[in-house]
């Protein structure tokens, strides 16, 4: 195998293998915007299983965070940068900006357990930039 197929290929590999977190290149499909300081829609409905895909559609850096008290007591906690909770969230984002994504990036979540889940972008939480999944059975 020559040097430019092998990369071609470990490239491929190691792009699939973060399918589900943060996407680098938009795809052009999405369930929520993120404008200058807005969710778009700000409610989101699915069901159970449903994986819902975030892209940044403006120009300044955003985050996705749950809000630890906001989601269902057995729910995964979500993040861009992958922090485990909110309060490492809010801390990388503080310290480097940490968690953010740019415009056209994308950041998706799987949702396996019902209820409402609030979540903010750190960067514009005091502007109101606030969401609400609501997951159905």
Do not use: K
Not at 53 to 63: G, L
């Amino acid at each position: 195998m020559d040097r430019r197929r092998f990369l071609h290929c470990t490239g491929a590999a190691a792009t699939l293998s973060l399918t589900g977190c943060v996407t680098l290149f938009d795809d052009g499909e999405y369930d929520i915007g993120m404008t200058a300081d807005a969710f778009t829609p700000e409610t989101y409905t699915i069901e159970v299983g449903d994986t819902v895909t975030w892209e940044n559609t403006s120009t300044r850096a955003h985050t996705v965070t749950a809000y630890d008290e906001l989601i269902p007591e057995d729910a995964e906690f979500f993040a861009t940068g992958g922090y485990e909770n909110e309060q490492t969230a809010r801390e990388e984002w503080a310290d480097r900006g940490g968690g953010g994504i740019d415009n056209g990036e994308q950041f998706a979540h799987t949702f396996a357990v019902p209820g409402n889940y609030g979540y903010v972008c750190i960067p514009h939480e005091q502007g109101g930039m606030i969401g609400t999944i609501v997951v159905e059975e």
